[in-house]
């Protein structure tokens, strides 16, 4: 049997192929489990104080990513670079990281001080800095006069601000929250990711938050990044990520999207009876448009050469309180529209004729998978 030279690679040669520009950097990182692949060659920087979501539907890698930059799974292959330190191998106590659970994971026999303070005492932080730093991370999560109260006698928000509390009182250069918000009702939601931001942005601190809210993700974060599969579909800021969708996943994943078949030649799409501009398709493709940017008219609407227009019938109605949403059969398909309401609106019957137009810039157009 031939023996093979095993060739050793410079610290200075992995930190040249390793090293990304932001404070976090995640070089081809992937997690096999046998034949799957969990986390597919993830690549992406995180710039120093930045918010950045990881986004997807369950199973397409998001928490395991997030597992992997905080050492609690290993990877199989690639490295995540810190402030240009390769910390791939480096156990979990030192990789300087604050982690907030889903299911808060605190300790039920200790008051809320106690749960703050663990992470200081595990780090041997004298006595009287430990009691300051907790007291202002308390503070910071307006949790003031609750410190020894146990976690059954707090509301699930309260549970969850001292989930937070208890991650920043290390002072941590990277906090990692996973899927933070999804066991609260809506407002306490609404509450919580506005107060997460606002703490963020007040410390200036690095921020990882996975998520399968488009809502909190588009809301709250910088960058979103975009999962599916174990790969990153896209990644860029809401606006980026919303607005100029690089794959049907992306745009049928973030915000509600109408679908229409069709097929492309000459640059040029027709989807039920409309001509839409395809520049660089030919053959299947898929059309994509938002409900709430197709405009309902009843009636005929006299035709205009800005607008793509379909002639339709309104099979549904349904008022939602501020949207009322249509779902209209045209061309052979369904599609819905929604507007907002401002009182006194009719609402149309089912049965109603009307025509959808929308501008040729909200039209999404991709190769049919």
């Known amino acids: 049997?031939?023996?093979?030279?095993?060739?050793?690679?410079?610290?200075?040669?992995?930190?040249?192929?390793?090293?990304?520009?932001?404070?976090?950097?995640?070089?081809?990182?992937?997690?096999?489990?046998?034949?799957?692949?969990?986390?597919?060659?993830?690549?992406?920087?995180?710039?120093?104080g930045e918010l950045v979501a990881f986004l997807g539907p369950s199973g397409c890698g998001k928490t395991t990513s997030l597992r992997m930059i905080a050492g609690?799974?290993?990877?199989?292959?690639?490295?995540?670079?810190?402030d240009g330190h390769d910390i791939t191998g480096v156990p979990p106590y030192r990789r300087d990281m604050g982690l907030v659970f889903q299911s808060y994971a605190?300790?039920?026999?200790?008051d809320v001080a106690k749960n703050v303070a663990f992470g200081l005492e595990m780090r041997k932080v004298s006595k009287a800095?430990?009691?300051?730093?907790?007291?202002?991370a308390i503070a910071m999560v307006r949790l003031t006069g609750k410190e020894?109260?146990?976690?059954?006698?707090?509301?699930?928000?309260?549970?969850?601000?001292?989930?937070?509390?208890r991650a920043l009182v290390v002072r941590p250069s990277i906090l990692l929250l996973d899927e933070p918000l999804s066991n609260l009702d809506a407002k306490l939601r609404d509450e919580m990711r506005n107060e997460i931001r606002d703490i963020q942005k007040r410390l200036g601190i690095t921020a990882i938050f996975v998520t399968h809210d488009q809502m909190e993700a588009l809301t709250i974060c910088?960058?979103?990044?975009?999962?599916?599969?174990?790969?990153?579909?896209?990644?860029?800021?809401p606006h980026e990520i919303y607005e100029h969708p690089k794959t049907a996943f992306v745009a049928g994943f973030?915000?509600?999207?109408?679908?229409?078949?069709?097929t492309a030649a000459g640059g040029i799409a027709e989807v039920a009876g409309v001509k839409v501009a395809a520049p660089g398709f030919n053959g299947p493709v898929e059309v994509m448009v938002r409900p709430h940017r197709i405009v309902l008219s009843p009636g005929a609407a006299p035709a205009s050469g800005d607008l793509h227009s379909l002639s339709g019938t309104v099979t549904r109605a349904t008022f939602a309180g501020d949207i009322?949403?249509?779902?209209?059969?045209?061309?052979?398909?369904?599609?819905?529209?929604?507007?907002?309401?401002?009182?006194g609106e009719q609402v149309l019957a089912p049965g109603t004729p009307v025509t959808l137009s929308w501008r040729p810039q909200d039209t999404f157009v991709y190769a049919a998978s």
């Open 1 to 48: 049997m031939r023996r093979m030279a095993m060739i050793r690679t410079s610290p200075d040669e992995i930190q040249r192929q390793t090293q990304g520009e932001g404070f976090l950097s995640l070089r081809g990182l992937t997690r096999r489990y046998g034949t799957f692949n969990a986390v597919d060659d993830l690549n992406l920087d995180v710039a120093k």
């Open 324 to 343: 009322l949403e249509y779902e209209v059969e045209a061309g052979g398909t369904l599609l819905k529209t929604e507007a907002s309401t401002r009182g």
């Open 106 to 110: 605190l300790f039920p026999h200790m």
């Open 72 to 82: 609690l799974a290993p990877s199989t292959s690639g490295h995540i670079v810190v």
């Open 148 to 165: 020894h109260h146990r976690p059954a006698q707090l509301s699930g928000g309260q549970q969850q601000r001292v989930a937070l509390a």
């Open 254 to 262: 973030v915000g509600r999207i109408n679908r229409l078949s069709g």
């Open 222 to 237: 910088d960058k979103v990044a975009v999962m599916n599969h174990g790969r990153l579909e896209q990644l860029g800021t």
């Open 129 to 136: 800095e430990a009691a300051e730093r907790v007291r202002e």
